[in-house]
């Protein structure tokens, strides 16, 4: 196996001027070498009108960090020898690091495509915002802020690639294997059935594992020029600065209020830090409403979220995204609260929708529980009381937020299973639901054994593996519980009622009669009889 390491530029913004990899590859031990011009020049991007990113890039470099060429060579040594015999020219461009900055006019713009460095820009405008907010009986507003993150996973990124015969197989950590695949037969222009992904144990993904990573494409194209496999280990600070990051975030909130505390307008700016490329942007920019506004009531609402470029590492996926955004309404209600006097459970009991109840934008909620958590969280924290004590550098504070759950995005949506019942009474699971951490692995092999009556530890698992298993969504949005583990449900359902049909006819009893435990079939009534 090769040992893959990547070339990162050295410059927030600059032209590619010419990228010569001839004295890399004389470096003995050195089997193959990669930069842009390797490569199809096909652009990824989450949507269609999103795909900004070559991986590799030819035109220019936007963030420093980003991968410019790469080497496979015998060892890691040889091959970090050979990096610094590549010839990179650049043509340093001035650079834009704060997205206020990024879209006033005159600023760098980092893709020709977006005046204004604006990537994304979601408008929201339901009811009389203006006319509701001069009514109010309050009005405050406020701007809060958080600073982007890395999410920091317990080992750096890690690939390993191997192209033979026309079959190109991957490892890696990642948030839906069939949705990597799909990514990487575009990029690599190969059918899908020749690119087989497989997912690896992680220390958490929080996001930051969803999209196809520049090193999955590195790996790729030196597997199969080299012939061999590669590995491709991103070093800590690589992991930090070269692949997804949390998105950095300025929010303004501004709510109206009756004197009773209810909500009567909102108006919104949220500006999000996008970093160099699209990623997830349009999901990112609107996300942060949609879950808030499951929440609460709103008869007025207006919200501007933009998503800016910048030259920065790209920010990506993230649980809800909107940390200053959520947070910021949140600490918003309770300092409202204080101001009329009411206390800050009761204030969200007054607005909190309800199931049946529809939104802003016109999504029914079919479930809810807000209700029933604000109650028993602030009697299990004494809420109420400790809210009432002011203590220098000590509070309590309370902040809500509703989240869907198996949200499709339009391109994942459905999840299948497979259950094979063995000679012996044991079971073989087979679904592409993944694990990076949560304990989907167990939820699933738990929901078979109560639903068969096949203890876990007689039940093996095949999952998360494009050649072996069916589509499934993939570990995002809660979809592994709503939508993958009802499959495994369904279909260990279909596999009970054959088995009780069987077992019913070979005791001779009805039916309803049969139960299953412990890779056993017997009657409930004659428990002997099985």
Request: proline share 4%; glycine share 8%.
């Amino acid at each position: 196996m090769l040992a893959a390491k990547v070339l990162r530029s050295p410059y927030p913004h600059a032209k590619i001027l010419r990228i010569d990899l001839k004295r890399a590859l004389k470096v003995p031990g050195v089997k193959a070498a990669i930069s842009g011009f390797d490569t199809y020049g096909i652009k990824w991007g989450v949507f269609r009108y999103t795909k900004d990113h070559a991986m590799l890039p030819t035109d220019k470099v936007r963030y420093i960090g980003e991968d410019v060429a790469a080497v496979a060579a015998v060892d890691e040594e040889t091959a970090l020898e050979a990096l610094s015999h590549i010839r990179v020219d650049y043509e340093p461009l001035p650079a834009v690091f704060d997205p206020e900055e990024a879209m006033q006019e005159g600023a760098p713009q980092i893709h020709k495509e977006f005046t204004n460095n604006i990537n994304i820009h979601v408008n929201i405008d339901v009811g009389k915002v203006d006319e509701a907010m001069n009514k109010a009986f309050l009005v405050r507003e406020d701007t809060f802020k958080a600073a982007g993150e890395a999410y920091a996973m317990m080992e750096p990124y890690a690939v390993v690639a191997s192209y033979k015969n026309g079959f190109l197989d991957l490892w890696m950590p990642n948030a839906g294997p069939h949705v990597r695949a799909k990514a990487l037969s575009n990029l690599l222009k190969m059918p899908l059935n020749r690119v087989r992904i497989r997912h690896i144990n992680s220390g958490g993904a929080f996001g930051g594992r969803s999209e196809v990573s520049p090193g999955d494409l590195i790996a790729s194209f030196l597997s199969i020029k080299a012939g061999r496999p590669v590995k491709l280990v991103l070093s800590r600070e690589e992991n930090a600065t070269s692949t997804r990051q949390v998105h950095d975030i300025i929010a303004t909130v501004k709510t109206g209020m009756k004197k009773d505390g209810t909500i009567v307008a909102k108006d919104y700016r949220a500006v999000y830090d996008g970093g160099a490329y699209s990623s997830t942007g349009p999901i990112a920019t609107s996300i942060p409403f949609y879950v808030y506004e499951e929440c609460y009531r709103f008869r007025n609402v207006r919200y501007n979220g933009y998503r800016v470029f910048t030259n920065k590492g790209i920010r990506g996926m993230y649980g809800c995204h909107g940390r200053a955004f959520l947070a910021g309404n949140e600490a918003q209600m309770d300092f409202m609260a204080k101001e009329l006097g009411m206390d800050p459970v009761e204030i969200r009991l007054k607005n909190g929708l309800t199931s049946g109840e529809v939104t802003a934008t016109k999504s029914k909620i079919t479930s809810c529980g807000l209700k029933e958590t604000i109650q028993k969280a602030s009697e299990k924290t004494g809420f109420k009381k400790k809210w009432a004590r002011t203590q220098r550098f000590k509070g309590i504070g309370m902040g809500c937020v509703a989240m869907m759950c198996g949200f499709p995005m339009g391109f994942r949506s459905g999840s299948s299973c497979y259950v094979k019942m063995n000679e012996d009474g044991q079971v073989t699971l087979v679904t592409g639901v993944v694990d990076n951490g949560q304990g989907n692995e167990s939820l699933a092999i738990q929901v078979a054994s109560e639903v068969l009556g096949v203890p876990m530890e007689d039940i093996n698992l095949v999952n998360a593996d494009t050649e072996a298993t069916n589509l499934d969504p993939g570990s995002y949005s809660q979809a592994s519980t709503f939508v993958g583990a009802n499959a495994v449900k369904v279909a260990c359902e279909n596999a009970r009622r054959k088995i009780v049909a069987i077992a019913a006819q070979k005791l001779g009893v009805k039916e309803a009669d049969i139960d299953l435990k412990d890779r056993m079939a017997y009657s409930r009534k004659k428990p002997d009889n099985k």
